[in-house]
């Protein structure tokens, strides 16, 4: 059983920067696809990044292109999502989440999901 724990959330300026931490325990995430994922009040949870298990392929939601870098550390068992250029619509609670099998856009398909750290973005 894969436990997932995020960090680095907080309160942050508009233009600011965050990098959140997703750790993983339990077992290794070396073959997992690790996804982002964000949920703001009385919205929709949203998917954010994608990161395939090797590293080489990522994905995003079109609202953070440019802005927002998904990237692993399998040695570590941790994946990261730096945020720059943040936006007061960024603010959402956070998590990671984890899936065997081929990237996914649909949490629905993710075996394993943390717990979420909340960012917020003032302006």
């Known amino acids: 059983q894969v436990q997932l724990v995020e960090s680095g959330g907080g309160l942050v300026q508009a233009g600011g920067s965050l990098r959140l931490s997703c750790a993983a325990s339990?077992?290794?995430?070396?073959?997992?696809?690790m996804g982002w994922f964000r949920q703001a009040p009385g919205k929709e949870r949203e998917f954010v990044a994608s990161?395939?298990?090797?590293?080489?392929?990522?994905a995003y939601t079109d609202s953070v292109k440019g802005r927002f870098t998904i990237s692993r550390d399998n040695a570590e068992n941790t994946v990261f999502l730096q945020m720059n250029s943040l936006k007061p619509e960024d603010t959402a609670v956070y998590f990671c989440?984890?899936?065997?099998?081929?990237?996914?856009?649909?949490?629905?398909?993710?075996?394993?999901r943390g717990q979420g750290t909340q960012v917020t973005v003032s302006s």
């Open positions: 989440a984890a899936r065997a099998g081929g990237s996914s856009r649909s949490l629905s398909e993710y075996t394993y």
């Open positions: 990161v395939h298990w090797y590293g080489g392929s990522t």
């Open positions: 339990g077992g290794t995430i070396s073959r997992y696809v």
